[in-house]
């Protein structure tokens, strides 16, 4: 099968390493360029800087192991030619081609060298009157890196996909009530074919989607001399100005689009009327999830208290002594083991085994489904957001999509609202509601007091839970469950970062810039049996930003070392080797100051900016091959020490609120901030005789 998937791997001091899989194709070239454009579905790399000759690949294809290792050289690159893509072809020709994903090279990090950095060329930040707090250590589990989607995330992603579809498959055709919104699909839109094709592509959207730097099989079909069984000369209609490079017409499981219709159209029909189902039973699994984890802290804190309790009236008997007890100690005891009982599941909790609360079986509804309506979106850290402020009230309004609405309304209902921390699966707020006489596909209203809404974190992504309890005449209960993510803000948000606006500087005195300085490696202390030590290692260090956190914090370097020689003269250090360091906003705030014409931002400026989807969208990871050599007399140590640029970051300013609560006008402005963009590694060895 040919492939052509491209894989980035590492660096050293001349290449560039990467990993390819041509599959059963055996030549293979490089495109590099500028930039990357979309034509025809594929992204295709642009603005061409250089293209190497076809390759014929070294190594056999054996049992399906098929990939390669390749090194291009370093200076194929600069900071604006930086995408590459690979092409595959059967032979040189370029018969047959496939083409990988374009991936980036990270520019950034490809100055990076080893040795004593020349001091005086160097563009430092020039600044003895900054105090910085003291280095904190934390573990390689701590810091943030890039993490495996849960099944809470994919089922979040899922939703949020096929909720459209749904709600265009319950709302009645237009004109056919009073209460049909003007969305409503035309016939065409709800062909069966046209359905499944946009059902399916919003679910791969959704739990599957593209992976920088992960390249997948896109092949082309190029037409010579009617070797293409699409476009033949035998149909008349077939363009013949389209017969260059085609791509081969997309099938769903192998079955033409226009068959779907005849072919699959009950089975579609059926699998759409689910998805209330299934979104009622996404939502209720992250909700279960939740609270499930709540109460598990919740009985670990009551079992914690339990044993100090114990702990304390231990320590009023005396050893030896009859059984004396303070009646203060022993109501104190009481008083707290009452409180220390697991609390009760909240109205409308799904049990282990089924959806149970007092004795009543609650079945998920496949015919409504609940959203929330009228909200107001703005851009927050570069995606649209509902952002509230903690104001004397916020409201929210949620609907009860149903497709055949009854003529009466419904009785009565039951309303809960849950407030999600989705990091840390915490329930932070929650309030029940009780209304009468609710109509379906209408919107009905709930508020929430400032009282409530100040012990909510600002800054931080939420998601609110609203579900729906009713009761049929036949007395049969059912519930649905609708969300919407959300994030509290003050007078300043993150609107979208920009561009790098000033040259690197790096913070060269070590005095002063202490906590930016990472010792990652020290010579062994040799024995008589060695006169010389060597390192040979790959270093992956990782740079990420904290904004919690006032000081900055040093992950400890971890090695898995390859077994020593024991009768060489050498003590050889070789294998891998991981670290890095984790940037307090906070403490960047204060580099500031060696920028000419640039001060530290105020409180509420830097609260904005220290947001946790700020600090997670500038991670960075650099790999290098590391080589140092010395004798018993010379001491050898590998610092690194990151490189800083000045970005542009458009901040939000908050001018006036909906009456709902939501962030309505907002004014922006242009802020500066340092983020670091590469490291430098620093080999240093000093002299003991």
């Known amino acids: 099968m040919a492939l052509a998937i491209l894989q980035w791997e ?11 899989d041509i599959g059963t194709n055996t030549w293979y070239r490089f495109k590099i360029g500028r930039q990357v454009i979309d034509r025809a579905g594929i992204k295709w790399v642009d603005g061409i800087s250089k293209v190497t000759p076809f390759q014929q690949k070294k190594k056999l294809t054996f049992l399906g192991d098929s990939q390669e290792e390749v090194r291009i050289p370093k200076n194929y690159f600069d900071g604006e030619n930086c995408y590459i893509q690979l092409l595959s072809a059967k032979d040189k020709n370029g018969t047959s081609p496939a083409v990988s994903n374009v991936i980036r090279i990270p520019v950034g990090f490809q100055h990076i060298n080893t040795g004593r950095p020349n001091i005086s060329s160097s563009a430092s930040i020039d600044m003895q009157t900054t105090a910085f707090n003291p280095i904190r250590n934390i573990s390689h589990e701590q810091q943030y890196l890039s993490q495996q989607a849960s099944i809470e995330d994919i089922l979040g992603s899922l939703v949020r996909a096929v909720l459209p579809a749904a709600i265009s498959m319950l709302t009645p055709p237009a004109g056919g009530g009073s209460n049909a919104p003007a969305s409503a699909g035309n016939a065409s839109s709800q062909h069966p074919a046209n359905m499944l094709t946009g059902l399916l592509g919003a679910i791969m959207r959704a739990v599957a ?3 920088s730097g992960l390249s997948g099989q896109q092949s082309v079909s190029t037409a010579q001399s009617h070797d293409n069984r699409f476009c033949a000369d035998i149909y008349a209609d077939c363009d013949k100005s389209a017969q260059g490079n085609q791509f081969s017409k997309p099938f769903v499981f192998g079955i033409d689009d226009a068959l779907l ?3 699959a159209g009950p089975l579609i029909q059926q699998g759409v009327q689910l998805l209330p189902q299934l979104i009622n039973a996404a939502n209720q699994h992250k909700l279960q999830t939740l609270q499930a984890n709540n109460q598990l802290m ?11 309790m114990l702990q304390q009236l231990l320590q009023h008997q005396q050893p030896g002594a009859a059984p004396n007890v303070d009646p203060a100690v022993l109501a104190q005891l009481i008083a707290q083991l009452q409180k220390s009982q ?10 282990a085994h089924s959806l149970m609360q007092h004795n009543t079986a609650y079945t998920l509804s496949n015919g409504v489904i609940l959203t929330f309506e009228s909200l107001k979106l703005s851009s927050y850290n570069g995606k649209q957001q509902l952002l509230l402020q903690q104001a004397d009230k916020v409201s929210f309004k949620v609907k009860l999509n149903v497709g055949q609405a009854p003529k009466n309304p419904l009785p009565k209902a039951i309303y809960t609202f849950y407030f999600k921390d989705p990091a840390g699966r915490q329930l932070l707020l929650e309030k029940t509601f009780k209304k009468k006489d609710i109509p379906a596909n209408a919107e009905v209203e709930f508020e929430f007091m400032k009282s409530e809404l100040l012990s909510l974190p600002l800054y931080k992504d939420l998601e609110i839970f609203a579900e729906v309890r009713w009761r049929t005449s036949s007395g049969k209960e059912y519930k649905a469950i609708g969300n919407t993510p959300a994030v509290f803000v003050q007078s300043y948000f993150v609107q979208q970062q920009g561009e790098a606006v000033s040259e690197e500087k790096e913070l060269t005195d070590m005095q002063v810039y202490r906590t930016f300085w990472n010792k990652i490696w020290q010579s062994p202390s040799l024995g008589k049996s060695k006169s010389l030590w060597e390192l040979n290692a790959d270093a992956r260090y990782t740079v990420s930003l904290s904004a919690e956190h006032t ?10 070392v390859d077994a020593k020689d024991k009768e060489s003269l050498t003590d050889t250090t070789s294998g891998r080797m991981k670290a890095g360091i984790e940037l307090s906003i906070t403490e960047l705030n204060k580099l500031l100051d060696g920028w000419d014409g640039n001060k530290p931002l105020n409180d509420e400026q830097l609260a904005a900016i220290k947001n946790t989807g700020f600090a997670k969208s500038n991670v960075a990871e650099m790999i290098y091959n590391i080589k140092m050599k010395g004798r018993t007399y010379e001491q050898g140590m590998v610092w690194v020490v990151p490189v800083f640029k000045l970005f542009e970051i458009t901040l939000g300013k908050v001018d006036s609120l909906t009456p709902d609560g939501y962030v309505n006008e907002i004014s922006s402005t242009k802020v500066r901030f340092p983020l670091p963009v590469s490291v430098r590694i620093l080999g240093i060895k000093s002299n003991n005789q």
């Not at 590492?10 to 390819?20: E, H, K, L, V």
């Not at 697991?342 to 049990?351: H, N």
């Not at 000081?551 to 898995?560: E, F, H, R, V």
């Open 209 to 211: 989607p593209a992976v």
């Open 551 to 560: 000081a900055n914090g040093i992950t400890g370097t971890k090695m898995a």
């Open 298 to 308: 919740t009985t670990l804190a009551g079992d914690v208290q339990k044993r100090l």
């Open 261 to 263: 219709a005849s072919l």
């Open 10 to 20: 590492s660096a050293d001091s001349q290449n560039y390493r990467f990993m390819i």
């Open 342 to 351: 697991p609390a009760a599941a909240p109205a409308g909790v799904a049990t």
